[in-house]
T-cell receptor, first 115, second 114 residues
């Protein structure tokens, strides 16, 4: 299995630019999660989808952030306009279910630096 | 709301030392508990889990026991190796009204010296 695939692995952009992060979940997984990791705030859940439908976006920091899942094999997280405080590692994870014993499978992350 | 508290790191040990990373939780209902590990430059991966009180999760020499009376899920290993150097995250999933999200602690960085 290829696992969860994220691209790009590293992104450096200037403040004000649009940034798009991409994720391909594991085939057959119904749930997709976007997380942000920083030293100050740790690992934060931004949004998650079930069967391509957003279920909980309460973790999305503000309107500059948006996420879509147009089909079962692809999701994007967009930041427009980007700001230096958005610098972080962004993880995508997928899961077949959210039962008591079900784990989430994480991608390798995208390290975003906004200058 | 539900939360997870881990001991602050970093933790530095010599090879073959005994490891304990403390984790306590606050949750309504009966959550499942997990330990995830993140090696440098990689995403998180599941290390072990326990779904009910008194369950013991184990993997790769690591163990953790779900203690409902103390709301704890401490991670232990009897003899650490250099290859265990990583960041360890305690997490819970609750079923008392939430939709099954994972809630993570802030992580504890472990460095093992030869």
């Amino acid at each position: 299995d290829a696992g969860v695939i994220q691209s790009p692995r590293h992104e450096v952009t200037e403040m004000g630019q649009e940034v798009t992060l991409r994720c391909k979940p594991i085939s057959g997984h119904d749930y997709l999660f976007w997380y942000r990791q920083t030293m100050m705030r740790g690992l934060e859940l931004l949004i998650y989808f079930n069967n391509n439908v957003p279920i909980d976006d309460s973790g999305m920091p503000e309107d500059r952030f948006s996420a879509k899942m147009p089909n079962a094999s692809f999701s994007t997280l967009k930041i427009q306009p980007s700001e230096p405080r958005d610098s972080a590692v962004y993880f995508c994870a997928s899961s077949p279910r959210t039962g008591r014993a079900d784990e989430q499978y994480f991608g390798p992350g995208t390290r975003l630096t906004v200058t | 709301g539900d939360s997870v508290t881990q001991m602050e790191g970093p933790v530095t040990l010599s090879e073959e030392a005994f490891l304990t990373i403390n984790c306590t939780y606050t949750a309504t209902g009966y959550p499942s508990l997990f330990w995830y590990v993140q090696y440098p430059g990689e995403g998180l991966q599941l290390l072990l889990k326990a779904t009910k009180a008194d369950d013991k999760g184990s993997n790769k020499g690591f163990e953790a026991t779900y203690r409902k009376e103390t709301t704890s899920f401490h991670l232990e290993k009897g003899s650490v190796q250099v290859s265990d150097s990583a960041v360890y995250f305690c997490a819970l999933r609750n079923y008392g009204g939430s939709q099954g999200n994972l809630i993570f602690g802030k992580g504890t960085k472990l460095s093992v010296k030869p």
